[in-house]
C-alpha cells in the first residue's frame, strides 16, 4: 500500500473518529437539553397541581359541606384524576397526571408499579424533593415519569391523623388512610409525558445537526488532505525516486528540496548519505579490483563455512569454479594428508577470535596435491561480533620444494640417502638431552667396513657405490624407528640407539646384541653387478646418558673402540669402557652357561625356616641357588634377572616346583614335618603362562602332597598388566587349594588398587622396610599400616629380614605373628635345615 493511500486512509479513520466523537456529544447534549425542558414542564404541572390542591382542599374544608356523593368530588384527591382524563380533550401532549397513593381513599387513586417504586424510594431518602426517569409500560409505551412526594401537613391531620378526631363525616365514608402524623409520605404527585413525541424532536434536531457536520466535516477533510499531499507526500514521494535510482546503483541521484522542516532534513541528509555511499562505493571498488587481481587466494565464507567470496586466483589454484565454489566448505580442498592437528589449532585460535597462520596439504580440483600457506582471519562487524572468517592463501609448493631440497642436500648423505654428519651431532644432542631427563642409557656405533679400499681400487668407484648404498640399506632394516643410522663419509657409518634400560650393564648387554646382529648381517654376501662380494665390519661402542660427555668426544670413544676391534682382528665388536667390555663378556659367559645348569643339575634349593609368635617352625621358603663347578656359588642377583630376559626363568621355574614338591611329599611322609608350609617364589612371565594353574595341579597330582601346604609368592609387577588374567589364573590355583602370597609387599606400583579383589592368603612385608624398624619413624607407620591393611581383610602377614628380637617384639606388638629373617635361621641346603628342625 503506497504511502499517499495510508495517509487518506489515516486521515480519514481520524476524521471519522472525531465526527463520531463531536455526534455522540452533540448527542447527548441534546438529550439532556429536551430532557431539562421536559423536566421543566413536569415541574410547571407539579406547581400547578400542588396550587390547586391546596386551595380547594382548604376551601371545602372551610365551606363547612358534608362529604357525600355530590360533594366528594370536590376534594382534589377524587378530582385531579377526573380533570387528567379531560385535560386530554383540551390538549394533545398526552401528559397524564394524578396524586395517587399506596393506600388511597379513591380507587381511581391508586399507584401503579412505578409509582409504588418511588414511594418506596422517598420513603428511603426523605430529603428527595422529586424523581424524574424513563419507563415504559407493559404495554410498551414509554414515558418521562415526573414524581414528588406529597407528605402530611398539620391541614392533613383533620382527615388522615387519629380517626376518631376525623370529621364524622370522614369517618363514616372511609375505613382507612387513618393515622398519619405529620411529614408522613402520604402519596406522590405523578406526572407522566410521552417520550414518542419527545424521541421524534430529539431526532429531528440531531438529525440536522449530522448533515451540517458531515459537511463540515468533509471540507476539513479534503482541504487537510491537499495539504498534506502538499507537504509530505509529494515531497516523500520524490525521496523514494531519489532512493530507487541509488538501490539500482546510480550513486549519482540526489533529491532537491527547498523547506526547512523535518522533510527537508532528511532529505539533505539522504543527499549526505548518497555522497558517502558514493565515495564509499569507489574505495570498495579500487579494494575490490585489487582482491580479485591479488595473486593470492582469496576465500570468504560464513561461520557455517559456507564459501561466499572467492577470487580468480582461488579458481586458477584449485581448478574450481565460482559456481562450484560459492556455497560449498572450504573442506572441498582437504587431501586427508593435513595432521589434525593443524585443524585444532586453527580453530583453536578462530573460536577465541584470534588470527591464525599454518599450513595445508591441499588438494586441486584434478586430485593433485598442493601446499598452501594461510592466514585465516575472523571479520567483525561494528558491534566486534564474528560475522565471517576471511581466507589468505599463498601456493607455497614450489617454495617448499626447494627447502626440501636444500635441507635434504644439508642433512643427508647424496649417496645412501641416510643423515648426514650434522643431521647426527643433532640428533645426537637431542637424545643427550631426553637420556639426562629419563635415565636411559644411549649408544653409538661406529661402524667401518674392513678392506673397503681395497675392493674400491680393485672394482672401481662405482662398485664401491653399490656396496655403500647396500650396507645403507642392511643397516636400517636393523634399527627401530626411534634410532639413527647415518653415513659420515668414506666408508664410515654411525648408528645411534636411544631408550636403552638404564642399568649400564643392561645397556651394554642390549647394545652388544644388537652389535652382532649388525655382524650377522652384513657378513652376507653381497650382489655388486657382476660380482659377488664379502665385506665385514669393524664395530666400535659407547654408551651415554648425560651431557658429561660432548657429542664430538662421544664419536672419538666410538671411533677408538672401532679401531680396538680392528687390532682384534677385524669383523669384531669393541667397547670403549674396557671395564665394560669385561662385564660384557662375563655376562657373555654367564649366559651361555646358564643355560647349560639345568641339564648339569647345578642348581640346587636351599631354604630357610619361617616362625610363629611361639617360635615353633611354620614352614619355609625355597631359595634357588646356582652351584657353578668354577665359580662357586653363584648369587641370584646376576642370574635370575638373565634368566628372565632370555626365558630361561620358564624352565628354571619349572625345576624348582617340582624340587619343592618332592621335598614336601618327604616331609609330609614325617610327622615332625607334616604340616609345614613350603613358599614358593613364581616369576611374572611363569605366572602368566595359559597352562600354569594345570602345570602346578599335575605337580601336586603327580607328587600326592596336600596342597595347602604349598605357597606360592607372586610378585606386585603382576598387577601392573592383564589383571583380569591374574585373577582368573589365581582362582584356579585356589580351587585346587594352593595358598597364595603377595611377596615384597608395599615396594610395587599398583598393588593397593586391586588389593581386594585378589584372592590372597598372606601378605608378606619387603625387608627394606623391617630393616629399620627400632630408627625409621617411616618404616614403623607403614609397617603398620600393612598389618592393619591385612587385618581388615582378613590376610595372614609375615615379615621377611627379621634380624633382631627388637624387630620381632615390634612386629609383634602390631599384630604380626609369622616372621623369616636371620634371628631364626639363614637360607640353608636340606640336610642342615632338617637338622635345625630336629634340634628344635
Keep these: ?169 370522614i369517618r363514616e365514608r372511609y375505613a382507612t388512610a387513618y393515622g398519619y402524623k405529620l411529614g ?61 535510482q541509488f538501490a539500482v546503483g546510480n550513486y549519482a541521484a540526489r533529491v532537491e528540496d527547498e523547506q526547512r522542516d523535518e522533510i527537508a ?21 579500487k579494494l575490490s579490483l585489487a582482491v580479485e587481481q591479488s595473486p593470492e587466494s582469496i576465500v570468504i565464507t560464513d561461520l557455517d563455512g ?80 564474528i560475522t565471517h572468517y576471511l581466507a589468505v592463501k599463498q601456493d607455497i609448493t614450489d617454495k617448499k620444494q626447494a627447502e626440501a631440497q636444500i635441507y635434504h642436500l644439508a642433512y643427508f648423505d647424496a649417496l645412501t640417502g641416510m643423515p648426514n654428519r650434522r643431521l647426527l651431532l643433532d640428533r645426537l644432542q637431542q637424545a643427550l638431552a631426553s637420556s639426562a631427563r629419563n635415565g636411559q642409557k644411549g649408544a ?24 655403500l648404498q647396500q650396507v645403507a640399506e642392511r643397516l636400517e632394516s636393523c634399527v627401530r624407528e626411534s634410532d639413527t643410522v647415518a653415513r659420515l663419509g668414506g666408508d664410515e657409518f654411525v648408528v645411534m640407539l636411544i631408550d636403552l634400560n638404564e642399568n649400564a650393564l643392561e645397556a651394554a648387554a642390549q647394545t652388544e646384541a644388537f652389535a652382532h646382529k649388525i655382524l650377522a648381517v652384513l657378513n652376507q654376501p653381497y650382489q655388486l653387478a657382476t660380482h659377488e662380494c664379502r665385506s665385514t665390519p669393524s ?33 669384531a665388536v669393541r667397547f670403549f669402557d674396557p671395564m665394560m667390555q669385561d662385564s660384557i663378556n662375563a655376562r657373555a659367559a654367564i649366559e651361555n652357561e646358564l643355560s647349560k645348569a639345568l641339564e648339569n643339575r647345578q642348581f640346587q634349593l636351599y631354604y630357610q625356616i619361617q616362625m610363629d609368635d611361639l617360635h615353633r617352625p611354620i614352614g619355609a621358603e625355597a631359595l634357588i641357588r646356582w652351584i657353578h663347578p668354577g665359580r662357586g656359588l653363584v648369587s641370584p642377583a646376576q642370574f635370575i634377572p638373565l634368566a628372565d630376559e632370555t626365558g630361561l626363568i620358564l624352565p628354571i621355574g619349572l625345576w624348582v616346583l617340582e624340587a619343592a614338591c618332592a621335598q614336601l611329599k618327604a616331609w609330609q611322609q614325617e610327622s615332625l614335618t607334616r604340616d609345614l608350609v613350603l613358599a614358593v617364589n613364581v616369576s611374572a612371565k611363569q605366572f602368566r ?13 603327580h607328587h600326592a602332597i596336600n596342597p595347602n601346604c604349598l605357597k606360592l609368592e607372586l610378585t606386585e609387577s603382576l598387577l601392573l598388566d592383564n589383571i583380569e588374567g591374574t585373577i582368573t589364573t589365581m582362582n584356579a590355583l585356589k580351587d585346587i587349594g594352593i595358598r597364595l602370597s603377595l611377596d615384597d609387599f608395599g615396594t610395587g606400583y599398583s598393588s593397593l588398587q586391586y588389593l581386594k579383589r585378589l584372592p590372597l592368603d598372606q601378605l608378606k612385608i619387603d625387608q627394606s622396610f623391617v630393616l629399620n624398624l627400632a630408627t625409621d619413624n617411616s618404616d614403623k607407620a607403614i609397617v603398620h599400616t600393612i598389618i592393619a591393611m591385612a587385618q581388615s581383610l582378613n590376610l595372614d602377614v609375615i615379615a621377611e629380614g627379621v634380624e633382631t628380637a627388637e624387630q620381632r617384639q615390634f612386629l609383634l606388638g602390631k599384630g604380626c605373628h609369622h616372621y623369616q629373617g636371620y634371628l631364626f635361621g639363614k637360607p640353608v641346603p636340606i640336610e642342615e635345615f632338617d637338622a635345625l628342625l630336629k634340634q628344635g
Design 1 to 169: 500500500m503506497k504511502l499517499k493511500t495510508k495517509i487518506w486512509l489515516l486521515l480519514g479513520a481520524l476524521m471519522s473518529l472525531v465526527l463520531v466523537i463531536d455526534l455522540t456529544i452533540s448527542y447527548q447534549k441534546l438529550t439532556a437539553e429536551l430532557w431539562s425542558e421536559a423536566a421543566y414542564d413536569a415541574k410547571t404541572v407539579y406547581g400547578f397541581m400542588m396550587a390547586t390542591r391546596r386551595i380547594y382542599q382548604q376551601q371545602f374544608v372551610d365551606s363547612g359541606l358534608p362529604i357525600n356523593d355530590k360533594t366528594i368530588g370536590f376534594l382534589p384527591a377524587h378530582s385531579f384524576s377526573r380533570i387528567s382524563r379531560d385535560f386530554a380533550n383540551w390538549n394533545q401532549s398526552g401528559i397524564i397526571f394524578n396524586n395517587v397513593s399506596d393506600v388511597p381513599r379513591n380507587p381511581g387513586n391508586q399507584a401503579d408499579r412505578f409509582e409504588l417504586e418511588d414511594m418506596a424510594w422517598f420513603r428511603a431518602d426523605s430529603k428527595a424533593t422529586d424523581r424524574i426517569r424513563d419507563i415504559v409500560t407493559d404495554k410498551g409505551i414509554g414515558y418521562l415519569l415526573y414524581t414528588a412526594p406529597i407528605r402530611i401537613e398539620p391541614y392533613c391531620l383533620k382527615c388522615h391523623g387519629e380517626r376518631d378526631a376525623a370529621p364524622p363525616s
Design 184 to 244: 408522613d409520605l402520604r402519596g406522590v404527585v405523578s406526572i407522566k409525558i410521552p417520550t414518542e413525541k419527545f424521541d421524534a424532536r430529539r431526532l429531528r434536531l440531531w438529525g440536522g445537526q449530522l448533515m451540517k457536520s458531515l459537511a463540515g466535516y468533509l471540507v476539513i477533510f479534503l482541504a487537510l488532505g491537499f495539504i498534506l499531499d502538499r507537504l509530505v507526500t509529494r515531497r516523500l514521494s520524490r525521496l523514494q525516486m531519489g532512493a530507487q
Design 265 to 285: 532534513y532528511f532529505t539533505r541528509t539522504f543527499n549526505y548519505m548518497a555522497d558517502e555511499v558514493q565515495a564509499r562505493d569507489q574505495a570498495l571498488g
Design 306 to 385: 559456507r564459501i561466499e567470496y572467492v577470487n580468480e586466483s582461488f579458481v586458477r589454484i584449485t581448478g574450481y569454479s565460482r559456481e562450484e565454489a560459492l556455497g560449498a566448505n572450504p573442506r572441498i580442498l582437504q587431501s586427508g594428508r593435513t595432521p589434525p592437528e593443524t585443524y585444532h589449532s586453527l580453530w583453536m585460535s578462530l573460536t577465541q577470535g584470534q588470527a591464525w597462520r599454518g599450513e595445508f596439504i591441499n588438494q586441486r580440483k584434478d586430485g593433485c596435491e598442493y601446499i598452501e600457506s594461510a592466514i585465516i582471519s575472523p571479520v567483525r562487524a561494528d558491534n566486534g561480533r
Design 444 to 467: 653409538l656405533l661406529f661402524i667401518d667396513l674392513d678392506n673397503f679400499k681395497t675392493l674400491n681400487d680393485t672394482l672401481g668407484h662405482d662398485i664401491g657405490d653399490l656396496l
Design 539 to 571: 664395530i666400535g661402542v659407547t654408551l651415554f646418558n648425560n651431557h658429561e660427555q660432548g657429542i664430538e668426544e662421544l664419536l672419538k670413544q666410538a671411533d677408538i673402540a672401532m679401531y680396538q676391534a680392528k687390532k682384534a682382528g677385524r669383523n
Design 689 to 701: 603362562q595359559a597352562d600354569f594353574a594345570s602345570q602346578v595341579q599335575a605337580m601336586v597330582k
